[in-house]
């Protein structure tokens, strides 16, 4: 009989690599060998809610993400921040901690529905910018491309 189709091909983040470019080029080797097969199925990488890294992610063919940093953490649009910093840097410290982490959380369903926009309009111009990284992370997003695609290949 023949095999079901898989509908989801799903990786923990740390279990496909150590660094961020060895995880991206298994994932981009992945992505070109369901295109060779005829598969379309999403590519979910699990572990990975960092706004940066989800960007380079999708650039390597991933497509999904999912992770707990968003509850531990504070999702600004270029990163993540420990909760107690944040709470400290916005003089959050004299308010009752569950509240104040409460109030971040919210702001982090904003960050993510924010980022998610801008992947997709990346996914459907391939233009950087659409990406809304700052000068110096685009220089780096671009060298980072150049290193997974074992060149100097442009990415606009």
């Known amino acids: 009989p023949a095999a079901a189709p898989v509908a989801v091909y799903g990786f923990a983040a740390a279990a496909i690599g ?8 298994k994932l981009r080797g992945i992505r070109e060998a369901r295109g ?3 598969g379309e199925s999403p590519v979910h990488v699990g572990g990975c809610v960092d706004p940066l890294a989800i960007r380079c992610y999708l650039a390597a063919g991933a497509d999904v993400f999912d992770g707990l940093q968003w509850l531990r953490s504070v999702v600004v649009d270029d990163g993540l921040f420990r909760m107690s910093s944040r709470v400290f ?4 410290w004299a308010k009752d901690e569950t509240l104040a982490e409460a109030h971040l959380r919210i702001r982090n369903l904003e960050a993510i529905a924010r980022l998610q926009h801008r992947l997709e309009d990346f996914a459907r111009t391939a233009d950087i910018g659409a990406l809304g990284l ?3 992370d685009g220089t780096i997003f671009q060298d ?3 290193r997974l695609d074992g060149g100097d290949a442009d990415v606009r």
């Open 18 to 25: 150590r660094a961020m470019l060895e995880r991206a080029r």
């Open 36 to 38: 060779r097969s005829g």
């Open 89 to 92: 840097r916005e003089n959050l």
């Open 134 to 136: 700052n000068a110096a």
């Open 144 to 146: 980072f491309i150049r």
